[in-house]
């Protein structure tokens, strides 16, 4: 687990854990935004580097994701083969629709 | 500065001053202003006090100053001391030195009846005889001896009108004989005092002479004694002597002369540096007793204090100074370096303001210099920098005009921030106007950017809306990249334009966009925004947006007071995204 943000409110922790089915599954809490979306890019790199062929992100703490969490997404999209946004809250549920990304980040409730 | 501009139809006589949104930023005619020129400028002329208080603290007077002082004080107080320690010692010394004198000359005085009484018995006794020889010498026989006694010599003498006659003698020839003359003068002097008379004989063997002279009937009887002095008048008092600590000399008469001295332990006379005397009277003379301390009379410790004091009171005092000194220069160092730090952070809060405005002043070059002037409508636009950002927004808006009739409205926003969102935006804001240009409708322009813009390759995603207006058609053509719709309001009631969201810029290339074409109502008023005017944490957007809707529909107004009530409503105290906002407004 990595903790970062400027405070608790703020905070926002991830989990990175590789299955044996070539499966990487990140699990995402509390808020993401611009100021520590680079910590959670390049603490799940490594496991992209070794080639998953599915992501799971599951989202299911995150109170709040802000654009560049979804552009992150998308681009976690554009490298693994399959990818899945999973357990979405419905405000960020609402927000992915109304960007047109549902089908992209393949959100399931 | 700021001032809001109306940029639009003819008919309102051109540019109006309206009320504006201080933070924000309005169009003019000559392009965007920024409103943070100002307080720019005074943080960087706030750093100049900073860049001058460290040099104050170097270039200022010598720091040890207070030292000094404290040695100096020191140094003062120590020297009181020594001499009043010293005082005290020498004072002391002097009472008791006085108390050994007259002590010793106490003891003097008791001495002297050993002397007189002898000599004026035998003169009564021989004028009471008739001057008998015989019973003078049995009388005085005992007082004279070689050691112990009183006299060396004692003889009787006649005072006849021829002078004196020496009568008897008892011990060794009186010296007084060989000068009758001087004998004469004398007996003379010690009759007519009628007490004991004094002289000291010089000579090889100097002796002190004592005469009584009887004051008788029948003629004046002198009984006159002598004994020796010491031949070069020094002698040490016996060691059992309570005096053997002190220095003495004896002179006959009242002063130090060396002519009348007696005896003396030194060989340098008189006494010089401490000393005390004291006057015997004796007969028709007297004895000067003076001494001076062998060794302090109140012992060594008393005469060292001073110096101790002193010895001691120099260490503490410069010891004091050193240690002033030593603080002086820690707190020196201390102010040094707060002044450094102080430094630092005014260079920290001066790069930060500058690394803002840098943003700020990119941000607002990358936005239109001037909005089209369409004949029907008024155009207008804001930009709000989110509060405490540092780095460049990459939301953005553009009126693009095509025609005398036709406008392209839009307004995008890049994920991310800093200079290559920017750059993302800025090359994402000039292909549109290229393609524009080429008259391609919205849904080819918005499938074209797909191709321009990875996500993989950038980092970035753009979301974009992208309305052809056709000002004398009425007509609004509507296409959104992963956009916010916009809002169309008219008579009191607002409607969101919902077309067909396709995916944002940087997603996937050769994406292909749907258009939604709706009419404007007469009067209609066209707003579109990014999510900075209408998200909030925690909040759904649907409800930012209802939130947009009654605050847009809530007033009259022309279309700047509209966008600046709105941003002022909506964002309140600021929110922490960037946001931006077009809108047109037909005249009729």
């Known amino acids: 687990m990595a903790e970062l943000g400027a405070n608790h409110d703020q905070a926002m922790t991830f989990d990175v854990a590789e299955g044996g089915d070539h499966t990487v599954t990140v699990r995402l809490a509390g808020e993401l935004d611009i100021t520590n979306i680079d910590a959670l890019a390049s603490g799940v790199a490594p496991a992209l580097e070794r080639g998953p062929q599915r992501m799971v992100v599951d989202v299911s703490g995150l109170r709040f994701a802000d654009s560049s969490a979804i552009a992150l997404w998308v681009r976690w999209a554009g490298v693994v083969p399959e990818i899945e946004l999973r357990d979405v809250p419905p405000l960020l549920r609402r927000v992915v629709e109304s960007m047109g990304l549902a089908e992209t980040l393949n959100v399931t409730p | ?588």
């Open chain 2, 1 to 588: 500065m700021g001032a809001g501009a109306q940029a639009g139809a003819p008919d309102f006589g051109g540019p109006v001053p309206l009320p504006h949104h201080d933070a924000g930023v309005a169009m003019t005619d000559s392009g965007p202003v920024s409103s943070s020129a100002a307080p720019a400028r005074e943080t960087t002329a706030g750093g100049d006090p900073g860049d001058e208080r460290p040099a104050a603290v170097a270039r200022g007077r010598w720091p040890y100053w207070p030292a000094l002082g404290v040695a100096v004080l020191g140094l003062a107080i120590t020297g009181v001391l020594v001499i009043l320690a010293a005082s005290t010692y020498t004072s002391n010394e002097n009472r008791l030195l006085k108390l050994r004198v007259s002590d010793a000359g106490a003891l003097i005085a008791e001495a002297l009846p050993s002397v007189q009484t002898p000599l004026a018995s035998a003169a009564a006794l021989a004028d009471a005889t008739g001057g008998s020889v015989q019973k003078f010498e049995s009388f005085i026989g005992p007082y004279v001896g070689p050691a112990g006694r009183s006299f060396d010599t004692v003889s009787l003498w006649h005072l006849g009108p021829s002078g004196p006659q020496l009568m008897a003698t008892v011990g060794t020839p009186p010296v007084l004989a060989a000068s009758p003359q001087r004998a004469a003068a004398f007996f003379a002097r010690a009759a007519m005092n009628a007490q004991l008379g004094i002289t000291l004989l010089q000579g090889p063997r100097p002796r002190l002479g004592y005469a009584f002279t009887s004051p008788g009937l029948t003629g004046h009887y002198v009984a006159y004694g002598e004994s020796a002095l010491p031949a070069n008048r020094r002698s040490t008092l016996a060691s059992q002597s309570p005096f053997t600590d002190l220095h003495y000399a004896l002179y006959l008469g009242r002063a130090q002369n060396n002519s009348q001295l007696l005896v003396t332990d030194l060989k340098d006379l008189p006494i010089r540096g401490q000393h005390a005397s004291t006057t015997i009277r004796f007969g028709d003379s007297a004895f000067t007793f003076v001494v001076s301390a062998k060794h302090p009379l109140e012992g060594t410790f008393a005469q060292r204090l001073p110096w101790a004091i002193g010895i001691v009171g120099v260490l503490i005092s410069l010891g004091a100074a050193f240690l002033t000194a030593r603080l002086l220069a820690r707190r020196n160092q201390a102010e040094r370096l707060a002044g450094s730090l102080e430094r630092i952070a005014d260079e920290n809060r001066r790069l930060y303001a500058e690394q803002r405005t840098i943003a700020q002043t990119l941000q607002h070059a990358l936005l239109p210099a001037g909005l089209p002037k369409i004949q029907g409508i008024a155009t207008s636009a804001r930009y709000e920098a989110g509060v405490e950002g540092v780095d460049i927004g990459g939301d953005w808006y553009d009126l693009i005009g095509l025609d005398n009739r036709r406008l392209l409205l839009v307004v995008g926003d890049v994920s991310g921030r800093g200079l290559r969102a920017a750059a993302t935006m800025a090359e994402l804001r000039f292909a549109i106007h290229a393609y524009a240009a080429q008259e391609d409708p919205p849904a080819v322009i918005l499938s074209k950017l797909s191709r321009l813009v990875n996500v993989t390759t950038s980092g970035h995603i753009a979301t974009i809306l992208c309305a052809m207006v056709d000002v004398e058609r009425r007509r609004v053509t509507v296409t959104s990249a992963g956009h916010l719709p916009p809002l169309m309001i008219s008579d009191g009631t607002g409607t969101f334009i919902h077309s067909e969201v396709g995916v944002p810029i940087g997603v996937r290339s050769g994406v292909r966009y749907t258009s939604t074409a709706v009419d404007a109502p007469p009067a209609a008023t066209l707003l579109a925004f990014t999510d900075g005017l209408v998200e909030r944490r925690g909040e759904s957007i649907d409800a930012g947006l209802e939130r947009l809707e009654r605050a847009a529909v809530g007033e009259d107004g022309d279309l700047e007071e509209l966008l600046d009530r709105l941003i002022s409503d909506l964002r309140g105290d600021g929110g922490d995204d960037d946001t931006a906002i077009a809108g047109l407004r037909w005249l009729n």
